[in-house]
């Protein structure tokens, strides 16, 4: 095969969606393994039960990285809505399920030609589930660009060189 036709190829939207539907399938293949669940479990249930998986400790301290990044007496407003998701998993959980989400979901997300109400809302679920948005105003209007951008902001800000 001549480089030209690799490069071809590599540039192809068929391509890049075959390439996240085997990158989906090894993934749930991972969580199935590492959660002891069978193979007929949703996505979300999947992680629902990795993030079950996840002792108090581990989830306390990545909050705790959160509120002291944040800084304690600026993001007062902001504990409410981490609560929850604290005592269901450590940041590092939720900015995974959320990069994943959006990641499986982007190849419907580029090629439709309008957002259907479904797509919008899980957009904004996506949103929720990560510990802090730079730009609250997204939710209004979830697009997959901007999420992204808020996906590796988070994983940035909270996660890289931490093992919180």
Same mark, same amino acid.
């Given at each position: 095969? @001549?480089?030209?036709?690799?490069?071809?190829?590599?540039?192809?939207?068929?391509?890049?969606?075959? @390439?996240?539907?085997?990158?989906?399938?090894?993934?749930?293949?991972?969580?199935? #393994?590492?959660?002891?669940?069978?193979?007929?479990? *949703?996505?979300?249930?999947?992680?629902?039960?990795?993030?079950?998986?996840?002792?108090?400790?581990?989830? @306390?301290?990545?909050?705790?990285? $959160?509120?002291? #990044?944040?800084?304690?007496?600026?993001?007062? #407003?902001?504990?409410?809505?981490?609560?929850?998701?604290?005592?269901?998993?450590?940041?590092?959980?939720? $900015?995974?399920?959320? @990069?994943?989400?959006?990641?499986?979901?982007?190849?419907? #997300?580029?090629?439709?030609?309008?957002?259907?109400?479904?797509?919008?809302?899980?957009?904004?679920?996506?949103?929720?589930?990560?510990?802090?948005?730079?730009?609250? *105003?997204?939710?209004?209007?979830?697009?997959?660009?901007?999420?992204?951008?808020?996906? $590796?902001?988070?994983?940035?800000?909270?996660?890289?060189?931490?093992? *919180?």
């Amino acid at each position: 095969m @001549a480089p030209k036709e690799r490069v071809s190829k590599g540039n192809d939207l068929a391509f890049w969606e075959a @390439a996240i539907a085997d990158a989906h399938l090894l993934w749930h293949w991972e969580l199935t #393994r590492l959660t002891g669940a069978g193979k007929s479990l *949703s996505d979300q249930q999947l992680i629902a039960r990795w993030m079950r998986q996840q002792s108090f400790v581990q989830r @306390a301290r990545g909050w705790l990285f $959160v509120l002291r #990044r944040e800084g304690w007496h600026r993001s007062w #407003r902001k504990w409410v809505g981490w609560a929850p998701r604290a005592l269901r998993a450590s940041p590092r959980y939720w $900015v995974y399920a959320a @990069a994943s989400e959006l990641f499986f979901r982007l190849p419907a #997300r580029v090629t439709a030609d309008s957002h259907t109400k479904a797509q919008e809302n899980c957009m904004r679920q996506l949103h929720f589930q990560l510990p802090v948005l730079r730009n609250p *105003s997204l939710t209004a209007t979830p697009d997959w660009r901007r999420s992204a951008s808020e996906i $590796v902001w988070n994983y940035h800000r909270f996660l890289e060189g931490t093992r *919180s």
